[in-house]
């Protein structure tokens, strides 16, 4: 699966161990989770060596990305899985393209998480041909993604959306997001919601868990440089409130979040590795 590049601004970090059940609506222990994008210049390297860096970290749960027919980072996703597991890393989510999401492969895809014990399954990025230019483009991809969520469901697993910056632009007047958290199907289809790109777009994301209570089940957390908003900081190191967010998270319906970090001050492995230590201090304050 690929990503767009980095084009704007990067805005929150989330990192690893466990958060205080208060923190959270579910009223129990929450796991600190990596997006295991952040290490993609080192990961397809030695897969299982940075597994284990991670762990070490105190990350206890992972999003993947990457999948490709049964295979992810040059292995099978069996056999991925039960590595992750032998080292105590949950495999809790991972990153889909909307194309596979959209195609007959879709289902094989839904079993093979199932078969890891994923609880989610993400669309991260639309690209504006996929996406289109009019509010009915927009609705038929809501239509689509709720299609693929009902697959999802059926197999026990819950489906979502991940924005970046452009869902807060408009298509005939009206938000993208806003529109989106419309016409998708809570029961089908929640949303991943990048901290970061919310800011980076000039919105507040505790005005839209506000707004849409309990529809923003997992975050990405990644900071902002104080000195370039256009870049990452380390979680705890750059611009953002944490502590402010992670009040509203049984707003939110927040279950769990990711580290992802896009730019890195030094290297991607230093930066995971001080985003787990500094998260752990922001949660236990």
């Not at 295991?36 to 299982?48: A, C, E, G, M, V």
Request: charged share 25%; proline share 2%.
């Amino acid at each position: 699966m690929k990503r767009r590049d980095f084009i704007q601004s990067s805005l929150m970090a989330g990192g690893a161990l466990l958060l205080s059940s208060s923190a959270f609506a579910a009223g129990k222990k929450q796991e600190i989770g990596l997006q295991l994008y952040s290490l993609r210049d080192i990961i397809n390297q030695d897969p299982k060596g940075v597994l284990k860096k991670v762990a070490d970290f105190g990350y206890t749960s992972v999003e993947t990305y990457g999948y490709n027919d049964g295979q992810i980072f040059g292995m099978a996703f069996s056999e991925f899985g039960t590595y992750a597991k032998s080292i105590g890393l949950k495999v809790t989510s991972g990153h889909y393209g909307i194309d596979l999401a959209k195609s007959d492969k879709w289902e094989k895809a839904v079993t093979d998480a199932k078969a890891i014990g994923q609880k989610y399954m993400v669309v991260p990025y639309l690209t504006e041909s996929q996406r289109g230019t009019t509010i009915e483009s927009i609705k038929q991809i809501c239509a689509d993604l709720n299609k693929a969520g009902a697959v999802c469901k059926k197999h026990g697993i819950r489906f979502g959306y991940h924005n970046h910056a452009f869902e807060f632009d408009k298509v005939e007047g009206e938000i993208i997001i806003d529109l989106m958290l419309k016409e998708l199907n809570p029961k089908l289809v929640t949303f991943e919601l990048d901290l970061y790109w919310v800011y980076n777009a000039g919105y507040d994301p505790i005005k839209y868990f506000e707004k849409y209570p309990g529809r923003f089940e997992m975050w990405h957390v990644k900071d902002m440089s104080k000195e370039d908003r256009n870049r990452n900081a380390d979680v705890g190191t750059g611009s953002i409130d944490f502590k402010a967010l992670f009040a509203q998270a049984k707003k939110s319906g927040l279950k769990y979040f990711f580290v992802e970090q896009e730019t890195y001050p030094e290297s991607s492995i230093k930066s995971i590795e001080a985003s787990a230590a500094n998260i752990k201090k922001i949660i236990a304050a």
